[in-house]
Structure formats: C-alpha cells, structure tokens
C-alpha cells in the first residue's frame, strides 16, 4: 500500500537562511537579519540583548546566506533533479514591504518571486509557501513593538492579501506561521519581542502570541475569500514529550510540556483556547487581553491542515530529579538514555516520528504534513570532494520508514514530506554553516569564506531514488 500516488516529496528552505542579499531588490531590514553569529546570539534570539541593526562587532550569516537569491535557478533545477513535486519556502516580508507598514507593496520584491514560482512550474514542483517564517520587519518592531501590538494584524493581513492575490494562480499550499510555539522559546526570532527591564516576559510572549493566533484565522479566511481552492495549514516544532520515568511527577511534566506544545495548535485546528490553558494562564495572571470577536474569529476560521518540524523527541523529568541535559531544537529536555545523538547532541528518535503522526492525527482528525525533518552533520569533502554522507541517509530512511508505518498501518493522513534545509544553508538555531543539512553542498563556511558552489552529496542521488519509488525503494 505504502504512500498515496499523489504524496507530496520534496525539501524546504527559509528565505532569512538562504537568500541572503539583505539590501537588494528594495528590501529592507528585518529581526532575522540581525541575529549574529557566536556568543550573542542566544541572548538576541530570547530579546534579552536588543539588537536592531548591524555592529561591526558581531558577523551577521543571513546577510549573504547561501546567496540563493542569486542562484534559484540552478537551485530549483537540482530540486527538479531529485524529483521534487512540492518545494517549501518562505517569503521574506521586507522584500514585499521593507518597513511593514508601506501602503503598497514593492514590485521588485513580487516579482523575484514570481520568478521563483514560474521556475517551480517549468519543472511541475509545487510552491509550499510559509507567509511568515521567523519575519518581522525593523521598522515595525521600532514603531510598534512588533507582536507586543495588536497593529502587527494588519500589517500582517496587507502582507498576505497582496500574496493571495499576487499569486493566485501560483500556490495552492500556504503556511501562515513557522513553528509557531518557538514565540514562547526565542521570542525574538519568533516575534520580534525585545524585553524591556521589568516587563512581564510571560505575560507580553502569550499577548503577542494571541495577536498571531488572531492574524492566523483570518488569512485562512482571506485567502479562501480570494481562492477557494487554498489549502491553508499552521506549523509547529513537534516532538512527542516522553516521561524520564514510570514516576506520576515524570508523567505529569510531560503531559504538561506537551500540553503546551500543543497549545497554540489546539487554537488553530480547534478555534478555541483549551480549558488547561486557560486555567493556566489565568492562574499566573498572564491571560491574553482579547477584543469582543476574537472568539468567533478563531472558531469561524481553522486551518485546513496541519504542518510541523520533527527532528528529535524530548525527555521530561520532574525538577526534583535533576538529571543531565541533552540538547534539541531550541527547547530544554533531559538525556533520553536509549536514545543516540547527532554531532549537536540532538536525540535520534525515528520511532519518535511514528509516535508524534499518531498523536497529531488523534488529536485532530485533520491532514499532516511533516515539513520539516534532517540532520544537521559536518560534511567533510573528500580529496575528489565527494561527500559520502551516509550517516544522513540513515537517518533520513529510518525517519522515512517510520512515516510510511504511520501511513500504512496506523491509518495516519499524511500529505507529504519536505526534508529540512535541501541544500545546505545557515542554522536558525546557532547561525553556522558547518551544522549541513542538505542533498546540496554549498561551499560556504562559518568565517564567511567559499565560492558558493553546488555540488551534489550522497545523499542527492539516495533521494533521488526514494521519491522516484515513491518511498517504496529506501536501500
């Protein structure tokens, strides 16, 4: 049985990690811009340290990424050699409105993306396009806190009414939010919040993440209002959330990490806040302020399916036991003992994939899409400069033949899958180039140096085969 004929293979990208050319085309500044390299980053990543412009002090990666801007077209065409029928992207908001809060739209930005889209289609891929992943334009963190205002809504809604209509013809697939619950680990990075001494920090991340919530429900409705055909999904960082052990303290940490992981979902498939959020939320004084409609906003207007990033499980422990930390996709766990960990001490788990589907799929009844899945390795040419990369096809065929169980024989609808990062490029979490991702080796390095050549991995070829079998042929 395996997968259906018409799943949905291919890779995906995020503008602010791969364009680069931050001051071409009349784009204009944003927060994922200014996250530097190095020591700082986490701080400016958790707005503890402001930072809305560049220093000479610090190196900024997004600023040239992997020059993608520059080489889309041999990029996608390498998609197209691998097979791909669905390519995930994002729009960089600065390149449609440099400041955010523009009238009109800048015409150089709509049409590179034109171009983008009308190369997909030369070559039958697919456009997967995330409106927001991680940006928030300067200007609007200057003028309005960025989503500390219930203003960003508008700003946010002009930005995709001028996409629906511009590229009606286009996308068929929209995401409105990258990983949504990441507001509440880098707020940052997530919403553009810088923090302020004496600020309630928890109270200001579940404000702002309202106004996202509401912004949400209504480009689903917008964009059904200008195609119905849209298909309109929300995206999440998933990862089931497993007890260190049989003790109930263990069992019911998880059971509320993963509630909150689950929080902001539950929103956008549901249309409403659930009862232990509100409890929650309330009990701790940091319930969102809402407008009369909001309510009937997010009931009235749910995603049609639901989209997430796995790349590793958590291990949650009371904070009694104080066991030893492992690291992960931005989010704090403990060392899961059964579990291996890649060259940045993420846990391993592909049974953990099959476990997330079936939890995402009983909790909502709704279509999955995993869009997001790989390894971060140091790849390492060899003398010919082959890389061998076999380390990333075991992972990516274990991850794979976890999916297709879930499929086939835990009845999960799943409408496809897109690997992280198909051709290498800057790290959202530690802003190296030497964490790879990709089928596609770029020749970029961390101190900036490299020709920005593509060349093809092992692993090109492996995928190549995986979506020509449609996942049937895994060896």
């Known amino acids: 049985m395996g997968f259906p004929k018409d799943f949905l293979w291919g890779g995906a990208t995020a503008a602010n990690q791969c364009e680069g050319a931050i001051t071409e085309g009349g784009r204009g500044l944003a927060n994922v811009d200014v996250c530097p390299a190095g020591a700082d980053r986490s701080a400016v990543l958790a707005g503890r340290k402001k930072m809305l412009a560049m220093d000479d002090a610090h190196t900024y990666p997004a600023a040239e990424a992997v020059a993608m801007y520059q080489h889309f077209k041999e990029d996608i065409r390498l998609f197209a050699e691998m097979g791909f029928r669905v390519y995930r992207l994002s729009i960089a908001w600065t390149r449609i409105f440099p400041n955010g809060d523009e009238k009109e739209p800048n015409e150089e930005g709509l049409r590179f993306y034109q171009s983008v889209f009308e190369e997909c289609k030369k070559y039958g891929i697919q456009p997967l396009v995330t409106i927001c992943h991680f940006d928030c334009p300067i200007g609007l963190i200057k003028k309005c806190g960025g989503w500390k205002s219930r203003e960003m809504i508008d700003h946010y809604l002009r930005l995709c009414r001028t996409l629906f209509e511009r590229f009606r013809d286009d996308v068929v697939y929209w995401l409105t939010f990258n990983e949504i619950n990441m507001i509440l680990h880098a707020p940052f990075l997530g919403a553009g919040l810088v923090f302020e001494e004496g600020e309630n920090e928890e109270r200001i991340k579940y404000q702002a993440a309202h106004y996202e919530l509401v912004a949400s429900a209504l480009a689903v409705k917008l964009a059904h209002e200008i195609n119905p055909a849209s298909k309109v999904g929300c995206m999440f960082a998933a990862g089931s959330v497993y007890p260190y052990s049989c003790n109930p303290q263990d069992v019911w940490e998880a059971l509320k990490t993963g509630q909150e992981n689950y929080f902001f979902v539950d929103v956008q498939a549901r249309g409403y806040y659930p009862s232990y959020a509100k409890k929650r939320l309330q009990a701790q004084g940091i319930y969102p302020d809402m407008e009369p409609d909001d309510t009937s906003i997010l009931q009235q207007y749910p995603v049609d399916f639901i989209s997430f990033s796995y790349y590793n499980s958590r291990c949650i ?159």
């Not at 930390?325 to 994939?353: H, M, Q, R, T």
Request: proline letters at 4%; aromatic letters at 10%.
């Open 317 to 475: 422990a009371s904070p009694e036991s104080k066991q030893e930390e492992a690291e992960g996709n931005l989010f704090c766990s403990v060392k899961n003992p059964y579990l291996k960990c890649s060259d940045w001490g993420w846990p391993i788990d592909p049974l953990g994939l099959r476990i997330t589907l079936n939890e995402v799929y009983d909790r909502y009844q709704k279509p999955l899409f995993v869009v997001e899945n790989g390894l971060g390795a140091l790849d390492e040419p060899d003398a010919q400069g082959v890389i061998e990369d076999d380390y990333r096809i075991a992972y990516l065929r274990e991850h794979i033949r976890a999916m297709k169980a879930a499929v086939e024989e835990d009845g999960v609808d799943l409408m496809g899958y897109t690997s992280w990062g198909c051709l290498d490029l800057v790290s959202a979490s530690s802003g190296e180039m030497r964490k790879r991702y990709g089928f596609i080796y770029v020749d970029k390095h961390d101190d900036g140096s490299g020709t920005l050549a593509r060349s093809r991995k092992k692993s090109f070829g492996w995928y190549q085969k995986v979506i020509a079998s449609n996942g049937e042929d895994l060896d």
